[in-house]
């Protein structure tokens, strides 16, 4: 029920998308300038990994990773991957793929968010009909909150089999990065140096569980709130430490109270940004 409403919310979008962008979300280049749909496809097309940055409760952010993967899908080899699921509950995502368990034993036996259901499995289930891979590619929660209470020395005291749901020790770090700087301001120092370390591990962790499940001869699409992959930054920081040469592109989500224009705090975020009215309902 569900493919068939997102079905058709897709063909009024294409019969009607100047009416549509003009009253719940436009798409801009990084510069600022509108830019169509399948403009934006044709880039993405060339691209090898695509860091597709959402709101988790913006129902045309999740909407627009759906139709973007089915049209990448015609004529692309994917690979999608994301981090609302984490990288321990690799092995119940896979037996979910393989049709092995059902969509609620999936939910009892893996660590799924609230909006799953809406938001996400439309994706997982994409990739289940496609054969697809779909890569858990987060950390366990529970290892970023060892960082942020103890720093990345934490980690050490993790088991062998632990440390293979994160990237390999040692952690790169930049605590000058822009992000960074920027998380810690934000919180008025609160959890000092080890709030934006918590954040970094998820980055790097998210960025060698892309790279390990990805060859070049392949499309990586991942999933990740905006904040992961804004202003080239997070993930792709990470990317580009291990894989400079690859071509990238990023998504990002904004919102605005006038979609028609794109305010200048939101230019430069991301090679194609989704501009969304600020009004838009909620999924969860």
Same mark, same amino acid.
């Given at each position: ?183 810690? $301001? ?13 954040? $970094? ?84």
């Amino acid at each position: 029920m569900k493919t068939a409403v997102i079905s058709l919310f897709a063909t009024f979008y294409f019969l009607h998308a100047a009416h549509a962008q003009d009253n719940a979300f436009q798409l801009f280049d990084s510069n600022g300038k509108k830019v169509k749909y399948a403009k934006m496809i044709k880039q993405l097309d060339d691209a090898q990994i695509i860091l597709f940055g959402e709101f988790h409760d913006n129902p045309l952010s999740h909407w627009l990773q759906l139709e973007v993967t089915s049209t990448l899908l015609k004529s692309n080899e994917l690979v999608l991957g994301a981090e609302m699921i984490e990288a321990d509950n690799q092995t119940e995502l896979n037996q979910y793929l393989a049709g092995e368990i059902d969509a609620d034993a999936l939910d009892t036996l893996a660590r799924l968010w609230p909006n799953h259901k809406t938001d996400y499995k439309p994706l997982v289930d994409l990739a289940k009909e496609n054969k697809l891979k779909f890569i858990a590619a987060n950390v366990p929660r529970r290892f970023a909150r060892l960082v942020y209470n103890g720093g990345f020395e934490a980690l050490d005291t993790l088991s062998a089999e632990e440390k293979l749901w994160m990237a390999p020790l040692p952690i790169a770090y930049d605590p000058e990065l822009p992000g960074y700087v920027e998380m810690l $301001a934000m919180m008025g120092g609160h959890g000092g140096e080890n709030l934006p370390k918590a954040q $970094a591990i998820k980055d790097a962790t998210m960025a060698h569980f892309i790279l390990a499940n990805y060859s070049p001869a392949q499309t990586f699409i991942h999933y990740n709130g905006a904040y992961h992959s804004n202003n080239y930054e997070g993930i792709l920081w990470y990317l580009k430490l291990a894989q400079p040469d690859y071509r990238y592109v990023t998504i990002s989500t904004v919102s605005q109270a006038d979609v028609s224009k794109l305010d200048a705090e939101n230019k430069g975020i991301a090679d194609f940004i989704i501009c969304v009215d600020e009004n838009m309902t909620s999924t969860h």
